[in-house]
């Protein structure tokens, strides 16, 4: 006897951002396979305006969200919600400035071809789906189908033997990770029943509060290690500085930003939605992962020389400061509190920062992407006093400095986190960015008090080409204009807490 | 022989997982070929694999066996791009252990 | 009859994991392996997952054990590594410590709630008592591949696609036109 | 005429102000004579108030002459106002007078000096900030013509700064004051808190038992307000400013550091006399005895000092322990009668002294000049009046006021005037022996000429006119200046009519009748010490009948200068570098040191981040084992 | 009764409407001006110096008109906020751009803007002139924001973004150390407002469930917010903190003498001016305001902390090898001696800080001012390399002699004023606290007298010889300096008369939220000695003549 099959209703419209991305992913890979070398710009160029399709889409369904309503996509494996819109749109906004800097790079490294745009292009899709994600098993494959994106994007430098390195390292351990997430969903499975978060959250609905599983609490853990590896908490945030130094300088701020919100929406979106019954549970690990991360992250940091590595612990840093976010909304039921909205504000005001912090690494990595030491930033401010000014905004708005949208980012985590009298963390960030902000300092003195040396003048001239400029400029004016009026921002951040199915 | 206690249980399953699990993280710890480690990844994958399948049983669920799909195709497109990585760096140091690649640090 | 296929199995799955982890030449390894993948085979087949126990000779044994063992082979790596001491001291300790906290707390926690798992099990039963499904392992997992994860399974064929054109990535040779080839400085590297 | 008094204060300030704009162009002379003519001026019109103030009944003497609100905060409102009362007026005269004459005498001492015109500016600024200091209708304003005495004293002394000692003895003069202002701040403070207002009538007003003014609260502000004056008026154990102060010009000498500003201390608490009748009575026999010791102290010194000038230095200072003496033993009238005519013969001894160094070529050792009678004899002859005005010899001004402080330091306690006057005779001692080594014996400015050969040739000369006139003035007043308070009856004692009014209740001139009897008795006593002491000085210096007793102790004034520079210089400054040491390094160190630990800390850290990928699995591994054994434990506690 | 009348004039004022909207905003355009200029000075072409200097100095001195009108139109008597404008700006944050001025704000401001101008004259950065100036407007524009805000987010970015500027002057056009003294100077501070900025959120969201609704406007959290007991303290010590390094007080100063002696002169002059300021000024008005009960409590930590500092600072001052050393740890000794007066209560020691604010940033802007101008000629700021100078540069001497002493206090300048007036008020309440703070006043005259001898008197030596004079254009940027000096410290009625209402309802506003802990002292013979005609005490018939000065 055969169960009726019932084929699942399907919104193609609230899919659209995701099927722009598809599609405009595979034309390009079978266009570009059989075609010979595109002009100059012109891969970069398709990228960018698939991207923007997709951005275009994904505000429409927002507005579409802001009027219907959120609710659950094909058969609740996806939710469509504010929530997934606002990370959507994060993702596209990294993927839009990301090709921009990619663009020039891959010709000054003679590997200018169409796989890396397609890469990203389907990276950006596993990370949509993430962000978009309602069932464990739908997550697992966001997650898998970003980083095995990725784990080939870092390693695609050829003659960068760091950035093999760096791929092996980021493969490795991002597949153990994956396993350790997966055995998570295993037991959680075990224990609720099912991977769907709906059927997860109402798997408890009927038992009393106090009743918890410990099967479930192990999987919760086990989930948590694959988060916070996506994420780069401390402690399993070892990848990071080392991935981030070797991968090609555009691919690092893809994994910066991209990854990031990737990672945190996930974990927003599991923790939150799917495992608010364990959240005094979770709640502590969060909160001292949140400290570690954030000690870690700064400190390390001071003793770096390459920027790219520092650049990489303070990315750490800064996800210490999500995880404040998360930990704020940890002691609310629901999605009604601060830390929701504070987190993805965060994740989008960093998601620039970093494109336009790498952008210009990138162009002062000069060929071979190898010059991002702290010598190599020496005279930038006579040599390109226009970057160096891009390079300063990105960093002091990365220090938390007002005005700069870094510091709204920060304002809102602390405040989610004040809210929830979650007063000692909000005071142990602080302290922590006193000791990151000697970091960027670190790399302004280099770029605007140390002459640069004979030797310096030397070394090959910096170029900024179109494309780039055009990404850290747009980086660097949103970077200001949300520092100065962040309103529009705010309010439609806020909106996030409106989630499918509740 | 006693029938009850002879027939194995979901939990004599989903520990052998666990054992199984267990044995490819240390696997991972104490090889320095980074095939190897790779494959002890692929036995971290089957224990959980083993736990599903058991757990499909356990619960009459079948949404636990279209789990255990998917993950052998991840593991699958996994062991693709990383055997891919690990070829394209092995080729050039073909005795590079993974200890050897050690560059990038602090 | 099951539990002697479980020991079997296990002895098996056990075995070949120790296997992987303990012998020294990698051809021995990727042996091991498919030992291991066997017997999860066979339990696959013990708990009646006919489809999966069929994919996972296919896949896992047939393609990637292959897999390994061709790389193994292309690279010319198939020498033994020596294992009797590791070059991080506090390498093998710590993966002691770590296997076996892994065992009791995992262990731990499935013992712990067997009982729940048997209850949720029987919950779910009793939940789908009314639409008894008795179709043959590979239809029902067919019916819910296409229902309930759908969306799933057309994700991995972006997966699949990106491991295609990651690997198309990684084996293109690098143009020569831009940089300066670096290779020489790469081959001083690999000489330190 | 009382009406226009703040012209007293606004003429030296148009003086001030003149030099100070137009000082290079108007060069030498001009500048000297237009800052005497200010002061000149301000003589005039304080002598017209003063007319005025005669021609009032005793009761309507005060007058307050408000310009503007001040500091007015709150409750707390001071005005700049000044009061011309019968004490300030005779202040005023006394300042302005001796003040146009120094000025006179200073264009003809400062002559060729190329900072001639910045030496009237301040010169008039001193004048200025002192007729502030007297005229003050309020603590406030009297201390900023205090301050303002004092900051002009240190810009006076150290006029010759490229000469370090010169620069060092202004420093000292300025941060001795300091420390006494510290003392007169506090007493502000508590008439502030006490009394809501630093208006002398105010102060004076609730000094009485049941106002607002607790007597412990007066005590202190008295006590207070005595360490002020110890500084500004030298007496112990802060006086070591002053004789350093002389490597100022001598004119500065004679107007600030003789006449006028050192002895505003007694001026001070001669305006307060109420409040220091209301004291507690300690408190008077502590300034009587402190005034008493400092003069006893200060003459010692006197006797064995080689510079012409420390001579009358520390001559200054005993004098002024005198008139504290007075003071404590609430004889203000006493007081301030010895202080007008110690400003008569030290203002002349003093310009004497500069027409002396002036015709030495700068030379001040007493031990290279002698006979100096027969080339500058009008300096000697005005000298010579000034020594016997301060010996106390009758008639002279001297006599009179002294014998007055002794006799109520009798009445006080017989010891007081025991000792008392044996500084007397110590006095006449030094002064005479001053003379005799100045004028008389034998010339010995030529010795030096014949070891230095012509290297060194001086020829001691008489002093311009514009030098000796004020010397000849100068000498009329110390010689008759005792009139004013002749203690024969009570209408000759015209000061003390004069003052009566100000001093309020409290401090009329009572004495025991025992006292009174026997006046004319001490009197002679004292006459008497005064005879003995110039005889034994002819004895010794003259006639050179008894050896000279000049220890060495005693020229260095007891070592206490030298014992106090050296707690400065040693133990002072040690504790200063270690608190400058403390910061460097322990507090400057804490900062510095937890940056470093940071990088410490990293410097560890890091040595996690290996570059081994086996190293982070592990490291994942522990965090998976730890974070499963958290949740474990709340999967099994529940 | 003078405090009845300023408060009920406080009242009237504050019944008064909002004037209408079409008013110039005097205020908003003081915080944009500079800002602007800086923005101008930034996008003009490096070409043509002179216009970048150009529009530098007019927009510096546009801003100090804008201050000066301010002043015009500021009315004297009044307690409560004048001038105020306000725009939403941030609403789902209950943050809005709220500005406005009253007495305690007012001659900062003024300060602020007439400083600016001259330290853009008065000293020259010698190289890349361009971000020089655009920092410095930018620094100008943080500053302002800083004393007008009267809403909490506000005041903390105007507050924070000042680093920026500060630390690129210090580090781009400071001296030998300028990158260690920058770091040290941006991550001390940063790690100060590290607490208030969780401060701030708590303040606004503890005073929510009082208050009503979110809001970051001073007046309401200060009217309605009732923080009380330890909560208040928690709130309080984290505001504290960051002002007390701002102040900077001990032993929390570390950052200052490197951060002064490293900064070019204009840093310096602007450093000491007004960003020490800040902490002061921030200690009253959102410390003191916010938290009466709190900082009232406490108030034994700050006057003994204070008082240290006074002591401490001067001693190290005296100790110094450097003269630019030495005047920086001079200021931890005025420093001091303003936050005595603030945490003192009474209505005349916190007018008199208020007031040694603006004298400590006179007498210390003109002495760094010369300190520069002695670099410029000499190349060195050590004390025992400088000899003999007021011989061939006396006028430059003199000069300095003023303003030294000023520093010092002595009576008839500016500096005396305020110093007297703190201690005479801290007397009533701290009376040991302000015994040891006076000997305060013989250290100053120690150190500053013991600098001026060894650098100013004696025989200049070779290297000192050819010192030159004071230039006219020196001179004129000096000018204003001493002429505030002696203005203020013979006739300060005018701005005590502008200060004073606001100290008095600050006072009021204290005694009136920590519930009978704290009364206001009131000094005896109040009502006699503020009617001007009964001077008599003694009950003569005292004449009275009321002279107009001269």
């Known amino acids: ?502 | ?106 | ?192 | ?638 | 009764m003078n405090g009845l009348s300023t408060s009920l004039a406080a009242q009237v004022a504050a019944t008064e409407p909002l004037p209408a909207g079409g008013r110039f905003p005097i205020l908003t355009m003081l915080i944009l001006v500079p800002a602007a200029g800086a923005i101008l000075v930034a996008i003009l072409t490096k070409r043509r110096p002179e216009f970048v200097k150009l529009a530098a100095v007019l927009s510096s001195v546009l801003t100090g008109a804008l201050g000066l009108w301010m002043l015009a139109s500021f009315k004297t008597g009044q307690a409560g906020f004048q001038l105020e404008s306000k725009h939403e700006w941030i609403q789902a944050w209950g943050i809005s751009w709220h500005v406005g001025v009253d007495g305690i704000s007012l001659f900062l401001v003024v300060l602020t803007g007439v400083l600016f101008p001259l330290s853009i004259l008065g000293a020259d950065p010698h190289h890349d002139e361009k971000p020089y100036l655009a920092w410095l407007l930018l620094l100008e524009a943080g500053v302002m924001g800083s004393f007008l805000s009267l809403d909490l987010f506000l005041f903390f970015i105007c507050f924070e973004i000042v680093l920026v500027p500060m630390y690129f002057l210090i580090g781009g056009w400071g001296y030998d150390k300028r990158i260690y003294a920058a770091t040290k100077f941006f991550l001390y501070t940063m790690f100060g407002s590290a607490f208030m900025l969780v401060g701030i959120i708590a303040t606004v969201l503890i005073a929510k469930n009082n208050v009503g609704h979110i809001t970051f406007y001073l007046i309401e959290l200060a009217d309605k917010g009732g923080f009380a007991g330890s909560t208040g303290r928690w709130l309080f010590f984290s505001f504290a903190i960051a002002f007390a390094v701002k102040v900077p007080l001990f032993p929390l100063h570390t950052w200052l003498p490197d951060a002064h002696t490293q900064s070019p002169t204009a840093g310096s002059v602007v450093l000491a001016g007004v960003l020490l300021k800040l902490g002061a000024y921030g200690l009253l008005r959102f410390g003191v305001y916010l938290f009466p009960s709190a900082a009232y409590s406490t108030r034994a930590i700050f006057l003994t902390v204070a008082v240290i500092g006074i002591i401490y600072g001067a001693i190290a001052a005296a100790m110094q090898k450097d003269l630019k050393r030495l005047v920086a740890y001079s200021s931890i000794a005025h420093l001091g001696f303003i936050v005595l007066g603030a945490f003192a209560f009474t209505e005349q020691s916190v007018t008199g800080s208020v007031l040694q604010m603006v004298n400590h940033a006179v007498s210390t802007g003109a002495l760094f001012l010369l300190v520069g101008m002695i670099y410029e000629r000499r190349h060195t700021r050590v004390i025992s390399e400088l000899k003999g100078i007021q011989k061939v540069a006396p006028i430059f001497a003199g000069v300095f002699m003023l303003v030294m002493l000023s520093s010092i206090g002595v009576p008839g300048l500016n500096g005396f004023i305020g110093e007297f007036l703190v201690l005479v008020g801290s007397f009533a309440t701290a009376r040991w606290w302000t015994v040891v703070a006076a000997s305060g006043v013989i250290l100053a005259a120690l150190y500053l007298l013991w600098a001026y001898q060894r650098v100013f008197h004696g025989e200049p030596d070779e290297a000192n010889k050819t010192f030159p004079e004071l230039k006219i254009k020196e001179a004129l940027v000096l000018l204003p300096f001493a002429a505030a000096i002696l203005f203020v410290g013979i006739y300060p009625k005018p701005m005590l008369d502008r200060i004073q209402p606001s100290v008095n309802e600050l006072l009021v506003h204290v005694e009136a939220k920590t519930n009978g802990d704290f009364t206001r002292v009131v000094t005896p013979h109040q009502d006699a000695t503020s009617d001007e005609g009964s001077d008599g005490q003694q009950g003569s018939e005292t004449a009275t003549t009321e002279v107009k000065a001269p």
């Open chain 4, 1 to 638: 005429m009382i009406d226009s008094a703040w012209l007293i204060p606004a003429l030296p300030l148009a003086g001030f102000l003149t030099i100070l704009v137009l000082g290079r162009k108007l060069g030498e002379p001009k500048a000297g004579f237009l800052a005497t003519a200010a002061v000149a001026g301000s003589f005039v019109v304080a002598a017209g108030v003063f007319l005025d103030l005669m021609s009032k009944n005793g009761e309507d003497r005060n007058h307050i002459i408000k310009l503007f609100e001040w500091v007015p905060v709150g409750s707390f409102h001071i005005d700049m106002s000044f009061k011309v009362d019968p004490l300030s007026i005779t202040m005023i005269l006394f300042v302005t007078g001796i003040g146009a004459l120094i000025h006179l005498y200073a264009i003809g001492y400062m002559h060729g000096d190329p900072k001639f015109s910045k030496f009237f500016l301040y010169m008039n600024l001193f004048v200025l900030s002192m007729l502030i200091l007297v005229m003050g209708e309020n603590l406030l304003v009297t201390f900023l013509g205090w301050e303002g005495v004092g900051t002009c004293s240190y810009l006076l002394v150290s006029f010759w700064h490229t000469s370090e000692s010169n620069a060092s003895a202004g420093k000292k003069a300025f941060v001795t004051n300091r420390v006494g202002d510290f003392g007169m701040m506090i007493a502000m403070f508590f008439a502030f808190q006490y009394v809501g207002s630093l208006s002398y009538d105010s102060i004076n007003g609730s000094a009485h038992a049941g106002g607002s003014l607790p007597q412990t609260a007066a005590t202190a502000m008295v006590a207070m307000l005595f360490v002020g004056c110890c500084g500004k008026s030298a007496q112990l154990p802060l006086y070591v400013w002053l004789p350093d102060a002389m490597a100022g010009p001598t004119p500065v000498s004679a107007l600030i550091h003789a006449a006028t500003m050192v002895t505003s201390g007694v001026f001070l608490l001669t305006r307060l006399a109420p409040l220091l009748a209301y004291a507690s009575p300690w408190i008077m026999t502590l300034i009587a005895v402190i005034g008493l010791a400092t003069a006893l102290f200060a003459a010692t010194i006197a006797v064995a000092q080689n510079d012409i000038k420390k001579v009358l230095a520390y001559s200054t200072v005993s004098q002024l322990g005198y008139m504290f003496l007075a003071i404590g033993s609430g004889a203000y009238v006493a007081a301030i009668f010895h202080m007008i005519t110690h400003a008569f013969f030290k203002a002349l001894l003093f310009l004497g002294s500069g027409s002396v160094i002036h015709g030495m070529h700068d030379e001040q050792d007493m031990r290279k000049m002698g006979a100096l009678r027969k080339v500058m004899p009008i300096t000697a002859g005005t000298f010579i009046v000034g020594w016997l005005a301060i010996a106390g010899v009758p008639p002279f001004s001297g006599f009179w006021s002294k014998d007055e402080i002794l006799l109520f330091a009798f009445d006080k306690s017989p010891i007081l005037w025991a000792v008392g006057l044996f500084t007397a005779l110590l006095t006449a001692y030094y002064m005479t022996r001053q003379v005799i080594l100045v004028f008389y014996g034998k010339a010995r400015w030529n010795d030096q000429a014949e070891e230095h050969g012509a290297h060194g040739d001086i020829k001691p000369h008489e002093s311009p006119v514009l030098m000796w006139l004020p010397l000849v003035v100068l000498a009329g007043l110390a010689a008759v200046g005792g009139v004013i308070n002749l203690p024969f009856n009570h209408s000759t004692e015209k000061l003390m009519t004069w003052l009566e009014p100000v001093l309020g209740h409290g401090s009329e001139r009572v004495l025991a009748s025992g006292t009174e009897d026997i006046k004319w008795i001490l009197a002679g006593i004292a006459t008497l010490g005064a005879v003995v002491g110039i005889g034994f000085a002819i004895a010794v210096y003259s006639k050179h009948k008894v050896k000279v007793v000049e220890p060495e102790i005693m020229a260095n004034g007891w070592n206490y200068d030298k014992a106090l520079s050296g707690f400065m210089g040693g133990p002072g400054r040690d504790a200063f570098e270690g608190v400058a040491w403390f910061d460097a390094n322990v507090i400057d160190g804490a900062v510095n040191g937890s940056g470093k630990s940071v990088q410490g800390f990293a410097g560890i850290l890091r040595k996690a981040q290996s570059g081994f990928l086996r190293t982070y699995a592990a490291m994942i591994g522990i965090g998976v084992v730890l974070l499963l054994a958290w949740f474990f434990y709340r999967g099994v506690s529940q």
């Open chain 2, 1 to 106: 022989m006693n029938a009850a206690i002879a027939t194995p249980t979901t939990t004599w399953y989903l520990l052998l997982a666990a054992v199984l699990f267990a044995i490819g993280v240390v696997g991972v710890l104490v090889r320095r070929n980074p095939l190897i480690m790779f494959m002890c990844i692929e036995l971290m994958l089957n224990a959980v694999n083993l736990s599903f399948v058991a757990l499909a049983r356990a619960l009459g669920d079948i949404g636990g066996q279209t789990t255990v799909f998917f993950v052998m195709v991840v593991a699958a497109a996994e062991v693709v791009v990383g055997l891919g990585i690990m070829v394209s760096i092995l080729r050039k140091r073909p005795t590079a252990t993974a200890d050897d690649l050690a560059e990038l640090k602090g």
């Open chain 1, 1 to 502: 006897m055969l169960a009726e099959f019932v084929a699942p209703k399907i919104d193609w419209m609230a899919l659209s951002p995701l099927l722009v991305l598809l599609g405009g992913g595979l034309v390009l890979i079978v266009v570009g396979s059989l075609t010979t070398t595109w002009p100059k710009r012109a891969y970069s160029t398709y990228t960018v305006a698939v991207a923007v399709g997709a951005l275009v889409m994904a505000l429409v369904q927002w507005h579409r969200i802001s009027d219907d309503g959120p609710k659950f996509l094909i058969n609740d494996a996806l939710s469509f919600d504010a929530f997934s819109m606002f990370g959507t749109i994060t993702i596209l906004i990294a993927i839009i400035l990301t090709a921009l800097i990619t663009d020039d790079f891959l010709r000054r490294e003679g590997m200018d071809g169409p796989e890396i745009y397609a890469l990203y292009l389907m990276a950006a899709i596993g990370g949509l789906v993430m962000v978009m994600s309602n069932d464990l098993i739908v997550l697992f494959l966001g997650i898998e189908t970003l980083s095995i994106a990725l784990y080939v994007l870092a390693a695609s430098h050829r003659r960068r033997i760091e950035s093999q390195e760096s791929g092996i390292k980021y493969f490795v351990l991002g597949s153990f990770s994956s396993a350790f997430f997966l055995y998570g969903v295993a037991l959680i499975y075990g224990g609720t029943g099912s991977t769907n978060f709906n059927k997860i959250l109402a798997a408890f609905d009927n038992v009393p509060a106090e009743r918890k599983d410990t099967l479930v609490l192990v999987g919760v853990g086990l989930l948590m290690v694959g988060l916070f590896f996506k994420v780069a908490a401390a402690p399993f945030h070892f990848w990071t500085p080392d991935v981030y130094e070797g991968a090609p300088t555009p691919v690092t701020a893809f994994l910066a930003s991209a990854g990031k919100v990737a990672g945190f929406a996930a974990m927003l979106r599991v923790l939150v939605v799917a495992l608010p019954t364990w959240r005094d549970d979770w709640r502590p690990v969060i909160w001292i992962v949140a400290v570690i991360t954030l000690c870690v992250g700064a400190i390390l940091a001071v003793v770096q020389t390459n920027v790219k590595r520092m650049l990489a612990y303070s990315s750490i840093s800064h996800a210490g400061f999500i995880l404040i976010g998360v930990e704020a909304a940890g002691h609310v039921n629901g999605s009604t509190g601060k830390g929701m909205p504070s987190s993805m504000l965060y994740l989008l005001l960093y998601t620039v920062l970093v494109c336009g912090t790498f952008g210009v690494v990138t162009l002062v990595g000069r060929t071979g992407d190898n010059a991002t030491y702290l010598d190599s930033f020496r005279g930038l401010s006579k040599q390109k006093p226009l970057l160096a000014v891009a390079m300063t905004v990105f960093l002091l708005a990365q220090a938390g400095v007002p005005f700069t949208s870094g510091f709204v980012a920060k304002f809102g985590v602390i405040r989610a986190a004040a809210d929830s009298h979650s007063y000692a963390i909000a005071i142990i960030a602080m302290l922590s960015s006193v000791i990151s902000a000697f970091l960027y300092l670190r790399i302004l003195i280099s770029v605007w008090m140390i002459d640069p040396t004979a030797e310096d003048d030397k070394a090959e001239a910096i170029r900024v080409p179109l494309s780039s400029g055009v990404a850290i400029g747009a980086a660097m004016l949103f970077t200001l204009a949300v520092g100065i009026y962040p309103q529009w921002l705010i309010t439609a951040s806020e909106k996030v807490t409106q989630l499918a199915g509740r």
């Open chain 3, 1 to 192: 009859m099951e539990l002697f296929v479980f020991i079997c199995a296990g002895i098996m799955i056990i075995g070949g994991a120790v296997g992987v982890v303990a012998r020294s030449h990698p051809v021995h390894c990727a042996l091991s392996l498919v030992a291991t993948l066997f017997g999860v085979a066979v339990l696959f087949v013990a708990m009646e997952a006919h489809f999966l126990a069929a994919v996972q000779v296919i896949v896992y044994a047939g393609a990637i054990v292959v897999l390994f063992l061709f790389v193994i082979m292309l690279l010319g790596i198939d020498r033994a590594e020596s294992i009797r001491i590791d070059p991080i001291k506090v390498q093998r300790p710590l993966a002691g410590i770590v296997g076996v906290g892994l065992v009791g707390l995992i262990g731990g926690a499935i013992l712990q709630s067997r009982d729940a798992i048997k209850a949720r099990g029987d919950g779910l039963a009793v939940a789908n008592a009314d639409n008894p499904v008795h179709d043959s392992n590979i239809k029902q997992l067919a019916n819910d591949l296409f229902s309930n994860h759908v969306f799933a399974f057309e994700l991995t064929s972006v997966l699949l696609v990106i491991a295609v054109v990651g690997t198309v990535t990684l084996a293109r040779r690098p143009s020569k036109r831009g940089a300066s080839d670096q290779s020489e400085e790469v081959a001083e590297k690999v000489a330190k």
